[in-house]
């Protein structure tokens, strides 16, 4: 088990250096770099350009030097904290991000936990009534969950908590904390604004779990070991927590190495939307303006994020499957 | 026993036999229906099975349509693509009326007249009942360039002389927002078929490549599908359309955007035809070709992917839609496919903010056909799934 464990956490390792490769070369692929791009700007602008501070800039970060040289160094920084310096904020990204980060664990975090919270009762629901009238209104609903782009989703959302409760839901805490230090009225607040943003974000995840979890749980429903069970005089309550819906339950965990892909992306797109300071908003402008320290950050950041979220779900898998558990580490 | 009690027991089991001539094959034979049943053909079974699933055939013909308007949008719609209105900038919805002063009478569109209002210094519109304009078919409106070849000016329904038919209202440059919808169909539905086709062939030779040889090439194809599949979508889209050069023009952008879509896409399908080349390779008809000298290539493509391929197809159908939904968000964004193209999601980009869902609704309308198109292909491909499978 624990040999399971250690060659599962190694096998992140190549993964992450391949991912930062691919996000090196993505960053580096538009021709031209900030630099230049920043140098035109301000020579259009008709100001000078203070060469040493050029001259500083291209040496501290090594764009005079050959590729893969620049990818060392970057790569080698990220292990130490240096993210590297953001050209258009003026700043080291990591002072630029963090919060923006944590915020979008945060978000990411409770929509997962909303995702589960909805999906699996309604699932269960769905699969125990198939082709009632509530299964159908479910599986609609669902559908419809699948169809509406987020972004739509979002807008509408706006609107409506304008026109309705008259509150602005852009922003994700009350005026007076952004910026502040992290207290618990602060993260109370976060709690009361998120609520929107994550029904929006969980839309798309949560009718996909439910279709997934809904199927599995038939085929569960039709074998021999639940006919078994009711034959030998079981209430069918019982039956269902018994055996099927324990079965279902590793599904249900190792779900999560498909939404969690899923939400990241629905988080980043309704951020832009309702102007979120999590990752999105920043991302995309950074991706605009060639800022490609802070980009490269941000999509290392996400893909570190669902890296981690998928090894957490293959553990708890692993904790409640005994055919992995004890396979040891000869999964695949 | 000896011979003569075997005559004596012969004589006493006296039994009926029948006097009409004996047909062999009369025990078994088949009804008609049985007969057509086991002599069809794969897909002739996958075509009965998938006519039993209303919701998808209902789909296939709505998606059948909406492709079908794609090739003759010019015609359909009443305005081109960039036909704009100075005098009616962001026109509310008109619509089409049959009851004029209570009797019925062809449709018709009563004239729109504009003011403008001086406290909110918004152009407001209403209908002048005074007048009727009926519509007018089969008629000469807006000269286009049919399929860019030949020139016309052909359309089903165009507005009365003098009147205007904004059906779903105008845009910021008083361009009307159905023909915009339609023309953004193409686009928007072909870059699905593209974009699946391009991961089609990309999943079929790295997954085949991967399950047929299996060893290195297989570990090496596994990680780079597990790399490719710990990015999030949206973000990595995003970032390789900011790769894009900016001096591109709009069909090179295009066709990569669509490229894009797809270098993400085919992990799914590529993993499933592992898996399966993997437990097929081993069968004794590939055994048999094997020895007979056909090579790798021949084998993966003759022998061994026809036997799933339905299922295949099933499945990149129901990944169709993702791709949709993924040109729509980029588009939105901004990064995605640029005006003169335009897309659904060229459109929505138009509706970017939440003054335009207050002050011009009918700009989201484009969404609807987005819906209706992600929903259809969803049930389409799961009758296809059904229908392709064989234990169902």
């Known amino acids: 088990m624990l040999r399971y464990v250690i060659n599962r956490v190694l096998l992140m390792i190549p993964t992450l250096i391949a991912i930062s490769i691919i996000v090196f070369l993505i960053i580096q692929l538009p021709p031209g770099n900030y630099l230049e791009s920043y140098i035109a700007e301000l020579q259009a602008q008709g100001e000078s350009v203070d060469p040493q501070k050029i001259a500083f800039l291209r040496k501290e970060y090594g764009l005079d030097k050959p590729m893969v040289e620049q990818y060392l160094y970057w790569a080698w920084g990220m292990l130490h904290g240096d993210f590297g310096y953001s050209f258009e904020f003026n700043l080291p990204v990591s002072k630029v991000i963090g919060d923006r980060m944590l915020l979008t664990i945060i978000v990411s975090g409770i929509t997962i936990v909303f995702t589960w919270a909805v999906a699996f009762p309604i699932a269960i629901y769905s699969a125990t009534h198939q082709y009632s009238w509530g299964d159908y209104g479910l599986s609609l609903l669902g559908f419809l969950g699948i169809a509406i782009p987020n972004f739509m989703l979002a807008l509408v959302m706006m609107y409506l908590a304008n026109v309705w409760f008259e509150t602005s839901i852009g922003g994700l805490m009350d005026p007076e904390f952004v910026g502040k230090p992290w207290t618990w009225p602060k993260a109370r607040s976060v709690l009361e604004h998120s609520w929107i943003p994550v029904i929006i974000i969980s839309a798309h995840s949560t009718a996909g779990m439910i279709r997934r979890l809904r199927a599995n749980l038939l085929d569960e429903l039709q074998k021999q070991y639940v006919v078994t069970a009711r034959a030998k005089g079981l209430p069918p309550r019982k039956v269902l927590y018994k055996y099927p819906l324990r079965m279902a339950l590793n599904f249900f965990v190792s779900d999560i190495g498909s939404i969690l892909p899923h939400i990241i992306s629905g988080t980043e797109i309704t951020a832009v939307v309702l102007s979120l300071p999590t990752a999105g908003p920043m991302l995309l402008n950074a991706l605009k303006s060639q800022d490609m320290y802070l980009a490269g950050s941000f999509l290392m950041f996400l893909a570190l994020m669902i890296v981690v979220g998928v090894l957490v779900s293959d553990l708890a898998l692993m904790a409640l499957d005994p055919r992995i558990r004890l396979q040891g580490g000869v999964t695949r | ?392």
């Open chain 2, 1 to 392: 026993m000896n011979p003569p009690a075997i005559a004596q027991s012969a004589r006493e089991l006296e039994h009926f036999v029948s006097e009409a001539p004996f047909d062999a094959t009369s025990a078994t034979r088949l009804t008609p229906q049985q007969e057509r049943f086991y002599l069809a053909s794969q897909w002739m079974l996958m075509w009965w099975k998938f006519k039993r699933h209303r919701l998808a055939v209902v789909s296939a013909i709505v998606l059948l349509l909406m492709y079908g308007s794609a090739l003759m949008t010019e015609i359909l719609v009443p305005y081109n693509l960039h036909t704009r209105h100075a005098d009616f900038i962001y026109a509310s919805p008109q619509s089409v009326h049959l009851i004029h002063e209570g009797r019925l009478v062809a449709p018709f569109v009563y004239e729109l007249k504009k003011t403008l209002n001086m406290e909110t210094l918004r152009r407001e519109y209403w209908e002048d009942t005074s007048r009727r304009y009926p519509l007018r078919y089969f008629c000469s409106g807006d000269p286009y360039r049919f399929w860019g070849l030949v020139d016309m000016s052909f359309h089903l329904t165009c507005p009365a002389e003098g009147a205007t038919l904004f059906l779903l209202g105008t845009d910021r440059l008083g361009r009307d927002v159905l023909s915009r919808i339609f023309y953004g169909a193409r686009i928007s539905l072909t870059i699905g078929l593209i974009g699946i086709a391009l991961s089609f062939v990309l999943g079929i030779v790295f997954g085949g490549i991967a399950g047929y040889f299996g060893g290195l090439p297989d570990l090496i194809i596994q990680r780079v599908i597990e790399v490719i599949r710990s990015f999030p979508e949206l973000p990595l889209w995003m970032a390789l359309s900011a790769v894009l050069p900016v001096t591109w023009g709009p069909l090179l952008v295009y066709f990569g955007i669509t490229g894009i879509l797809a270098l993400l896409d085919w992990t799914s399908l590529a993993r499933s035809v592992r898996s399966k080349l993997l437990a097929l390779r081993e069968e004794d008809y590939c055994t048999a070709a094997r020895l007979m000298g056909a090579r790798p290539r021949r084998i993966i493509a003759r022998h061994l992917l026809p036997g799933f391929m339905s299922h295949l197809i099933a499945s990149a159908t129901l990944s169709i839609p993702g791709m949709i939904l993924g040109e729509t968000a980029l588009s939105f964004l901004g990064i995605g496919l640029r005006p003169p193209i335009t897309s659904w999601g060229v459109l929505l980009n138009e509706a970017q903010n939440i003054n335009v869902v207050a002050l011009y609704p009918w700009l989201m309308l484009p969404v609807v056909p987005v819906i209706i198109v992600i929903l259809a292909f969803n049930f389409f491909g799961d009758g296809l799934r059904d229908a392709a499978d064989p234990y169902r």
